[in-house]
């Protein structure tokens, strides 16, 4: 059975830092993962994800510099370490996997979805 696990948000300030895991099961490490976040009132956004063996890592532009993501295939985990917090960084953050390949940043690609955690940056 397919379950994704995020964990790790919370309430900052600008310029905190948090970091997010993603623990999954029924997936192996040929499988593709990603971090999206969804703001109240807006659409869910692709924010980072990191190729298979950790060759290539994607971000959106809004968080370049920022945020690192990282995977534990060992482990089956994913990470989002989160610096330099700012207000607009405010979502429900969700880890999503697919086993199929196509352009990352679209969320249609990807077939699970964990419940996602909540990040409050307040300014």
């Known amino acids: 059975q397919v379950q994704l696990v995020e964990s790790g948000g919370g309430s900052v300030q600008a310029g905190g830092s948090l970091n997010l895991s993603c623990a999954a099961s029924?997936?192996?490490?040929?499988?593709?993962m990603a971090w999206f976040r969804q703001a109240p009132g807006k659409e869910r956004e692709a924010v980072a994800t990191?190729?298979?063996?950790?060759?290539?890592?994607f971000y959106a532009d809004s968080v370049k510099g920022r945020f690192t993501v990282s995977r534990d295939n060992a482990e089956n985990v994913l990470y989002l370490k989160m610096n330099s917090l700012k207000p607009e960084d405010t979502a429900s953050y969700y880890c999503?996997?697919?086993?199929?390949?196509?352009?990352?940043?679209?969320?249609?690609?990807?077939?699970?979805w964990g419940r996602g955690t909540q990040v409050t940056v307040s300014s």
């Open positions: 999503a996997a697919t086993k199929r390949t196509g352009p990352w940043n679209h969320p249609e690609l990807y077939s699970s």
């Open positions: 990191i190729i298979v063996g950790g060759e290539q890592r």
């Open positions: 029924g997936y192996t490490i040929r499988d593709w």
